[in-house]
């Protein structure tokens, strides 16, 4: 089991003075499964926001493995190991794109990276045996389904991890 874990304490955001989060805490242990619930508008999005670097005016802190850090972009999150599966699966994925193609975008979208197209399809397959899905990676996004889309729009990386 993952010793790893991430705590988010007195979590504060306001957009135009409209306060979007109030004093949050939220804390994760690796190696378990968590749910974030609560009414429309509670904050869920805007505090997995913060987690993920898209909103970096927060307040508060966020540490992983009881070390501080400072998540002001979604690079800073990513290099941090923390990923989020947008909950709009059909905005996540770039149409026209294949499977394997979207799996790997950030790959493919890193500065000076040098592929081969059986590489790519070959870590994507790879990726989708890890939540034991198989589909055909060189299919075009655009012919899945929503139900097809969800099962691999986390582009090759685990939902949310804390830490590597």
Not at 26 to 45: E, M, P, Q, Y
Request: hydrophobic share 45%; charged share 20%; with cysteine.
């Amino acid at each position: 089991m993952s010793t790893n874990h991430l705590v988010m304490r007195d979590i504060s955001l306001a957009f135009a003075g409209f306060s979007a989060l109030s004093h949050v805490d939220f804390t994760l242990r690796g190696g378990s499964v968590h749910a974030l619930t609560g009414a429309n508008g509670a904050g869920k999005s805007t505090l997995m926001a913060v987690l993920c670097g898209t909103h970096d005016r927060y307040e508060g802190e966020i540490a992983i493995n009881n070390q501080v850090v400072a998540i002001r972009s979604p690079r800073e999150a990513k290099q941090l190991g923390i990923h989020l599966v947008q909950q709009e699966v059909d905005v996540a994925l770039v149409p026209g794109l294949s499977i394997a193609e979207n799996i790997m975008l950030d790959q493919l979208a890193a500065p000076g990276h040098a592929y081969r197209w059986g590489e790519v399809r070959r870590r994507a397959k790879e990726a989708l045996a890890q939540l034991e899905v198989t589909l055909d990676v060189r299919r075009a996004v655009d012919s899945c389904t929503l139900a097809e889309n969800s099962r691999f729009c986390w582009r090759g990386r685990s939902p949310i991890t804390a830490g590597s």
